[in-house]
């Protein structure tokens, strides 16, 4: 049976967005190559694209969703901005890329838009926006808490809310607490600094030291949370899969009014020692149907960091399921 050829030109408007197309030594192009088995070339402002029907449609779509990314300010692209486009190409997807890039929910403090970067991100932000409750449940690099700290500082600098509190559980992980040195609060700091770098990023350190001293900024131990009502307020719960069932009762049932929750966590990582069942595990279920509550699922494919990290996701998946069946 013959394979039927064919060749498509894109053109493209201007010359600097050729050049981000390609990438240095022509890198994106060549994995777009190697992954559709097609011959790219350009002449002036054209792209050739050769090679099987097939897969010169999904090169060509690529192609067009790398450059709806330039125009909406994603530059230079990265090796995951490539392999995301080059997934919703071999999944027949025919999302929006520009819609998904366009918006910008925050600006750190040096100046940097943060945007999402993935179907999964933008679904995600949207229902933080739509929700009073949002739980982000996928694995580590889906960018589930940075995201969250981003709308929470956007929410502040908005005047929308007067506090963001962030919060995780202090559950150890094969090290004693008793055994570190300092007080509690330096024995806990551990556990919560990655809250305090998503922070120092959009604040600056100077800024942050500030509203924490004012009160408008909390990072603190779940256990914190116990007996407080917290009105006014863009509260995150991180590693969640690591609370007990009381605990996330206890947690949720804090909400006050005029306040956002978002809980993040992966439920293939949980900490807590043998027998003891996960809080998140279980509210998932129990609040799968309440209004206004909402839930995101990530994948490996909402990955946003090295793609070994997407690979080692997809290889632990695959082990797991042959081990269960």
Same mark, same amino acid.
């Given at each position: ?43 002036? $402002? ?12 999904? $090169? ?94 956007? $929410? ?83 590693? $969640? ?85």
């Amino acid at each position: 049976m013959k394979v039927s050829q064919l060749d498509k030109i894109i053109s493209v408007d201007r010359i600097d967005n050729l050049i981000t197309l390609f990438g240095s030594f022509d890198e994106n192009v060549k994995t777009i190559e190697k992954e559709f088995s097609v011959r790219i070339s350009n002449r002036d $402002a054209d792209i050739k694209i050769s090679g099987n029907e097939e897969d010169v449609f999904k $090169a060509t779509n690529t192609i067009e969703n790398l450059i709806s990314m330039i125009n909406t300010g994603n530059s230079p692209l990265s090796e995951q901005n490539v392999r995301y486009c080059i997934s919703l190409a071999n999944e027949g997807s025919n999302a929006n890329i520009k819609e998904l890039f366009g918006d910008c929910i925050c600006v750190t403090s040096k100046g940097k838009p943060v945007k999402p970067k993935t179907i999964g991100q933008r679904k995600y932000c949207d229902a933080i926006k739509k929700n009073t409750i949002t739980f982000g449940v996928g694995p580590a690099g889906t960018g589930k808490t940075y995201l969250a700290v981003a709308l929470a500082v956007t $929410a502040f600098r908005a005047k929308q809310i007067n506090r963001i509190i962030l919060t995780r559980p202090a559950v150890e992980a094969g090290e004693k607490l008793g055994f570190l040195p300092g007080d509690l609060q330096s024995k806990v700091d551990p556990y919560l600094r990655p809250l305090y770098d998503a922070l120092f990023d959009m604040l600056g350190a100077e800024a942050y030291q500030r509203y924490v001293e004012r009160g408008n900024i909390e990072v603190a131990p779940l256990a914190y949370m116990r007996g407080r009502t917290l009105d006014d307020s863009f509260i995150i719960l991180d590693e $969640a899969q690591n609370t007990t069932s009381e605990q996330m009762k206890m947690f949720l049932t804090r909400l006050g009014f005029n306040s956002k929750m978002v809980i993040t966590g992966d439920i293939t990582q949980i900490d807590l020692p043998g027998g003891v069942k996960s809080g998140l595990k279980n509210v998932l279920e129990i609040l799968k149907n309440v209004d206004d509550i909402a839930q995101i699922r990530f994948t490996e494919k909402d990955v946003v960091r090295h793609k070994l990290v997407q690979d080692i996701i997809k290889a632990y998946e695959k082990y797991e399921g042959v081990r269960h069946k």
